[in-house]
């Protein structure tokens, strides 16, 4: 059983689309994070966000955490083919040490 | 750069042969965690470790040992490799501003 459900796991829309993508968890974290992933490579952060409510943008990225703290989106506006890749949710759950939980990524393709 | 390295890329192994993923960060940071990364799965916690000499279990611990005696170092031991073994390996370190993941291992089990 996942913790944090991410969804939709893939997607295919066209160069100008907007999108979401939805982090879902019955259990509620101390913050929640957004991952970028490149074939090949680690996962590399994009945004923290910490308070219920919360909203943070950069560029064309919107990311919101739930005013609960179980869930979080990502909205991306005007696609571009450079936003292609696998974005990750993880969320840090304190229980005695912190730990980092991850959804299940969503691959993001976006065509020219 | 700073970072985390992880080392090697690659590895194939035999079914019952045991190795070492190496991992070093130079940020000075004390939390270090392994994850592997299956297809649909995300990435899933295998062992973490909160400073030099203390480590735990993460949840997918089985098969897999790991000890910490300095801030920068941080393997991951597979005493008996197995072909549910077969995955992508990340190592990462953290602070509180967020994780630095190295650019992982790529192990097949065979």
């Known amino acids: 059983t996942q913790l944090l459900e991410q969804s939709p796991q893939f997607l295919s829309i066209q160069e100008g689309e907007n999108l979401t993508v939805y982090c879902n968890s019955s259990s509620v974290f101390s913050s929640l994070q957004w991952y970028r992933q490149e074939p090949g490579e680690g996962p590399v952060l994009l945004v923290t966000?910490?308070?219920?409510?919360e909203v943070k943008k950069l560029k064309r990225l919107t990311f919101q955490f739930g005013d609960a703290r179980k869930d979080s989106s990502l909205h991306i506006t005007a696609a571009q083919p450079g936003d292609t890749g696998l974005y990750l949710c993880?969320?840090?759950?304190?229980?005695?040490?912190?730990?980092?939980?991850f959804g299940q990524g969503t691959r993001l393709t976006i065509n020219p | 750069n700073a970072g985390v390295t992880q080392t090697p890329k690659f590895q194939v192994l035999k079914t019952g042969q045991s190795m070492t993923l190496q991992c070093a960060q130079d940020m000075n940071h004390e939390y270090m965690s392994w994850y592997r990364q299956d297809p649909g799965m995300g990435l899933r916690l295998i062992h973490y470790?909160?400073?030099?000499?203390?480590?735990d279990q993460g949840e997918v611990p089985n098969g897999y040992n790991v000890s910490r005696s300095t801030t920068e170092d941080f393997p991951l031991r597979l005493l008996s490799a197995a072909p549910s073994q077969t995955s992508v390996y990340f190592c990462?370190?953290?602070?509180?501003?967020?994780?630095?993941f190295g650019s992982g291992t790529r192990l097949t089990v065979v």
């Open positions: 470790s909160v400073g030099a000499g203390i480590t």
């Open positions: 993880a969320g840090i759950i304190i229980q005695g040490a912190q730990k980092l939980v």
């Open positions: 966000v910490v308070t219920g409510g």
């Open positions: 990462a370190s953290s602070s509180w501003y967020g994780y630095t």
